[in-house]
């Protein structure tokens, strides 16, 4: 995608017309639509781009020889990490401005979740068929783990720059992860109902 398209957007909040959005980008509002069929497809694809890099750089964060708990804290201090990146508080405002978009358009709240999903594929597939406690993790087990963990991350990320995250470095990323991933049944829930 072009980085003009997404500096652009990145920069115009939801009530930017398409055609703003456009004549910035030097494009037509018909190659807009061409290339992603609306605004909201524009956003979607957007936010791919932003997040492929970034889920990139966490498999080379995690190796593969680590055991389940070695590589969720390999996580935790490569998300803390970024936590100090220099685009940072960008990132989080991005991140509030898309969750603002999306809660007041519950199709592109829909498409972004679909995307998000897709993107966390990796995610799974790093944590997938890692040793724990004697077993070997499932898809389902890593689908559970990557919810747990980004619910996590996401609400530490914001603290830490709004100062509600005191002592919150590394270290405690990586202790607060290796918690939930040791203390958390990584059991398939339907199979507990059974």
């Not at 995307?115 to 990796?122: G, K, L, P």
Request: glycine share 6%.
């Amino acid at each position: 995608m072009a980085p003009t398209v997404w500096r652009v957007t990145r920069d115009a909040r939801y009530r930017a017309k398409l055609d703003e959005i456009a004549e910035r980008a030097d494009l037509t509002t018909g190659a807009i639509y061409s290339l992603f069929g609306s605004k909201n497809g524009l956003v979607v694809a957007l936010v791919a781009d932003y997040l492929r890099p970034y889920y990139e750089e966490i498999e080379q964060a995690v190796p593969a020889e680590l055991d389940l708990l070695e590589a969720v804290d390999a996580f935790a201090r490569y998300y803390r990490r970024s936590c100090d990146a220099p685009d940072a508080l960008s990132g989080l405002s991005l991140q509030i401005t898309l969750l603002d978009m999306a809660l007041h358009d519950p199709d592109l709240g829909s498409q972004l979740a679909t995307s998000i999903r897709a993107q966390e594929n990796h995610l799974i597939a790093l944590f997938t068929g890692r040793s724990h406690s004697g077993s070997v993790v499932t898809s389902q087990q890593a689908q559970r783990l990557t919810t747990a963990l980004r619910a996590l991350f996401v609400g530490l990320s914001q603290g830490v720059p709004l100062g509600l995250a005191p002592g919150a470095d590394e270290q405690y990323f990586a202790d607060v992860a290796r918690a939930l991933a040791s203390g958390m049944s990584l059991t398939d829930h339907d199979a507990d109902a059974s």
